[in-house]
């Protein structure tokens, strides 16, 4: 990507992930335009409880022709300086950021910044082109030590005293806040400045609070004439992290042998959604886990199991789904796996009905994935996995929390009317489910046969209750005059009612399971009816176009975006389910596979410069110009490309050649 000179904020952002829930992100130009732009983000308990230690950085290059910005920030009232974006000549984010910014002399910096996988820990360097007039780098970092979420204002609590320990310096913002060791090859002047009123415009445009002051301790200085710029910033006192402040070798020596090892992980990878996909791996205990999408999301069990598919089962990383399944499992209860682990505190919440069943789609897959592979999985390990799939069903089938049970007909009931919202479609508005869908959700019913079929494999009397729930479905759903499935059956708990709104969740009943409970015609007019009202270029509609209650952008405050979550909002995740079930109506003939890839896939492929550069976003708006919104890193997202890659490549199993990593 060529970065555009001038201050103006770009919409694209770039990732760095340390694979502990920490990261660093930030735009193009430089300028923040979130709360969670920063260089150094620490998980305190990874993957969970993230704390941003250091937001950002001014720079400036001194020569015989002037002192030049290399940096740019956003102040109230809306401010931009200083001007070192208009200095901004190119931007690449592979293998990682790097910058070059052009001097009024002709020479150029060259900048770079990279996360190392497995520490909290980022590394910054700037290369003059031309040094032989000489240069000087004046660096200052800005600090805060707050929670991911909030604000931080001038305040007499922060501490901004410095430690020097032989070449590094620590700081330690606030008491119970992880510190920061800080390594250069500069000199360090120590003069504490507050910096007021950074202006976040994307929290503005999202009707959050958006004025935030930071502290700079003092001033880095960099020889330039000696060659290139070195820093090195890491949170101490991680659990699980790798140390480097011990290291005793020279520090140009140490940055070179990080890089060395990131580039080579990096390139390891066989294509680059795969790279951008391994950022959601993340450590969870002694096992692994998946984050659900940076800036603001921690691991959610639907979004993990659902992105396992694409992340891990399409690209043959077997050994991250047994991990991350074997993690989740321990916290079984009565049937039911947690939806997510709150960023603060360490109480799992149990609010979703499909989470497990999801569990249960993925162990069977990845038991029959590792069978076809020829390494099938441990017994101990096998076994964890069947027993935490029949606790599941079992739990489910007997009755657990919010009224999930098997209804007589064999299929699931789910939720209480008044209580909180239980299938993916979750958002609240005043404290109420803005969609509740209680009841017999289409979806669910496809993704609870697909668990009793799952444990039909070891323990045979689950298939005739998953035999009685698919006759039920085949006369309870489909409306033969509008073509296509009812969202919810029973709805509200009622006996008899239907809930015919037109929504994308009955296409898992056709496409994205192992096991469709939907054939035929029926199954063609349904993905018909969905490509029809619901498809666009970057994921389906959460509801059709003509349906009462229909938005068709994603903006404004809290209220008006929750409202529209689900009423409108398209999401990428829900393209592997179509794509699978488009070819699966069609037959996965070369012609059906080719036309697919050109209306499906290619759109995606555009996106992945577009919004998260390498990724793709959480949603988009309905109508077109369908702009990128919410989370712009989202693991299921991007598992869904890799999912739609597997199905129009390798129909029914896995890519050949992946690595395991």
């Not at 694209?12 to 735009?27: K, P, V």
């Not at 520490?119 to 007039?133: K, Q």
């Not at 330039?224 to 140390?243: K, S, W």
């Not at 209860?333 to 603060?344: I, K, T, V």
């Amino acid at each position: 990507m060529t970065a555009p000179a001038g201050p103006a904020e770009e919409r694209s952002e770039w990732l760095e992930a340390d694979g502990l829930g920490g990261f660093a992100s930030g735009t193009p130009s430089g300028i923040r335009t979130r709360r969670y732009h920063a260089l150094l983000v620490a998980a305190a308990t990874p993957p969970t409880g993230r704390f941003v230690l250091v937001n950002g950085f001014d720079a400036f290059v001194e020569r015989p022709a002037g002192r030049f910005a290399l940096s740019s920030q956003r102040y109230a009232p809306d401010v931009v300086h200083p001007d070192g974006a208009s200095r901004l000549a190119d931007f690449s984010h592979q293998p990682w950021p790097r910058w070059r910014f052009g001097l009024p002399d002709g020479s150029s910096v060259e900048q770079e910044l990279f996360v190392v996988k497995g520490a909290p820990r980022v590394v910054l360097s700037w290369r003059l082109s031309d040094a032989s007039g000489g240069g000087v780098l004046a660096v200052r970092l800005f600090f805060s030590g707050r929670d991911l979420h909030s604000l931080q204002r001038e305040n007499p609590a922060f501490d901004a005293a410095v430690e020097r320990r032989g070449h590094r310096l620590r700081l330690r913002p606030y008491p119970g806040v992880p510190g920061v060791s800080l390594a250069a090859n500069g000199r360090y002047a120590h003069a504490p400045l507050w910096y007021r009123g950074f202006a976040y415009a994307e929290e503005r445009a999202r009707g959050f609070e958006y004025l935030e002051d930071l502290l700079s301790p003092g001033e880095l200085r960099f020889d330039l004439a000696r060659g290139e710029a070195l820093c090195v910033l890491e949170a101490i006192d991680v659990p699980g992290a790798e140390t480097f402040e011990e290291a005793g070798e020279p520090l140009d020596g140490l940055i070179e042998g990080l890089r060395q090892r990131e580039r080579a992980r990096r390139a390891a990878f066989p294509t680059p959604p795969e790279r951008a996909a391994d950022a959601y791996v993340v450590r969870r205990g002694a096992g692994r886990s998946l984050m659900a999408g940076y800036p603001w999301f921690t691991d959610w069990g639907r979004d993990t199991f659902i992105a396992l598919r694409g992340i891990a089962l399409a690209t043959g990383r077997l050994a991250l789904a047994r991990d991350a399944l074997l993690a989740w499992s321990g916290y079984l209860s009565e049937g039911m796996l947690p939806n997510c682990f709150p960023d603060r505190g360490k109480t799992p919440e149990y609010n979703s009905v499909d989470a497990s069943l999801w569990y249960c789609v993925v162990a069977q897959e990845l038991i029959e994935a590792s069978d076809r592979a020829g390494n099938p999985l441990e017994e101990p390990t096998r076994a964890s996995l069947e027993a935490a799939l029949r606790a599941i069903v079992e739990g489910y089938a007997r009755g657990t929390r919010y009224g999930i049970r098997a209804d007589s007909d064999g299929l699931l009931l789910a939720g209480e009317p008044g209580t909180t919202q239980l299938t993916w479609m979750d958002a609240r508005v005043g404290g109420r489910p803005v969609t509740p869908r209680v009841g017999k959700p289409v979806e669910i019913q496809a993704l609870w046969v697909n668990a009793l079929r799952a444990a039909g494999a070891s323990e045979p009397r689950w298939l005739e209750l998953a035999r009685r729930a698919e006759r039920s479905f085949a006369g309870r759903f489909f409306d033969d005059e509008r073509g296509f499935l009812a969202d919810v059956v029973d709805a509200d708990g009622r006996p008899g009612e239907v809930d015919a709104t037109l929504r994308p969740n009955q296409i898992l009943a056709v496409g994205g399971l192992p096991q469709p409970i939907l054939r035929g015609q029926r199954a063609r007019r349904v993905v018909d009816a969905v490509e029809s009202s619901l498809w666009t270029p970057l994921g389906l509609r959460s509801l059709a176009p003509h349906e009462p209650g229909y938005h068709p952008r994603y903006e404004g405050g809290p209220l008006e975006r929750d409202t529209a979550y689900h009423q409108g909002t398209v999401w990428p995740w829900l393209l592997a389910p179509f794509v699978d079930a488009w070819v699966r109506v069609r037959g996965a003939r070369p012609a059906t596979l080719r036309a697919a890839r050109a209306r499906f896939l290619a759109p995606l492929e555009a996106h992945l410069s577009e919004a998260g550069l390498g990724h793709v976003s959480e949603i988009a708006d309905a109508e077109p110009p369908h702009t990128p919104r919410g989370c712009p890193f989202q693991a299921w997202s991007v598992g869904a490309y890799l999912e739609i890659e597997r199905i129009l490549t390798a129909p029914g199993g896995a890519k050949s050649g992946a690595a395991d990593r």
